[in-house]
């Protein structure tokens, strides 16, 4: 009995390691194949010589994408997009969950029932572009920040781990010493969260830095694109503005598809550098943010 136990356990073992590993095969491949080709030689890349590993090594593509200002504007943009949509995502989340996991908080489930219909219907997308239009947002930066300052998946997770991970003798002992409401969430709740505030930092960094749609509607000055954006017209046209002043019709050819992958690798790397520093309050949170009561 202890035999069979042993030789399912091991079996299911197995599958995991080979599972696994063809996933990580599978998410980590795409990377190694785009950055091989931006590095690859032009002819190589031309003739799809190119599998996992480069052939020859050029970095040609990574200084004609770098010598573009649109590009290091694209970057500018996304960055002040990143930080300041973040921090006024962060603090009105923060804010917002920690009241709705308060009991005494007497229309806390209606707020929350509110909240979870907008995550099943919207406004629609014209009526949102008329509001938008109308608060004389459009073709500014606050179009991208203000519209999505708070998103309801992230305030659900805030919100259970505040209700979990917080215990209520902690906030009811700070308000017996004299400590305000607004007081309890920054000097005593707040600095004990950092594992939810790690997850909602990165869920709302990656997903303005990933952010690309929004900026299609609602900015039609080209100075305030973020780099996503400019990324897409990069894949979609071809870079004819990179290649200007090559003349032979290989060579921006062969330009064309280098500089589409290197433009994804510069809009890529920077993302994933963040992640790491986070990681040891990233898992905790989520787990603990899960958990449903």
Sequence with gaps: MKYRKSLLSNFFDVMNIIIL????IVTIYPLVYVFSMSISDPDAVLAQEVFILQKGISFESYKIVFKNKDIWRAYGNTIWYTVVGTVINVCLTIMGAYALSRKHFFIGKEVMLFIAITMFFSGGLIPTFILINQLGIYNTRWALVLPEAVNAWNLIIAR????TAIPDSL???AKIDGCSDIGILFKVVLPISMPIFSVLVIFYAVGHWNSWFNAQLY????????????????LIMNSPDFMQGMEN???RMAYGLMLKYTSIIVATVPILLVYPFM????VKGVMLGAIKG
Excluded: D, G, M
């Design 160 to 163: 259970t781990y505040f209700q």
């Design 279 to 282: 990681q040891k309050h990233f």
């Design 21 to 24: 590993v063809f996933a990580c």
């Design 171 to 173: 906030p009811e002992s």
């Design 249 to 251: 019709a290989f060579e």
């Design 219 to 234: 900015l039609s000055n080209s100075q305030l694109h973020p780099l996503q954006l400019f990324l897409r017209k990069i």
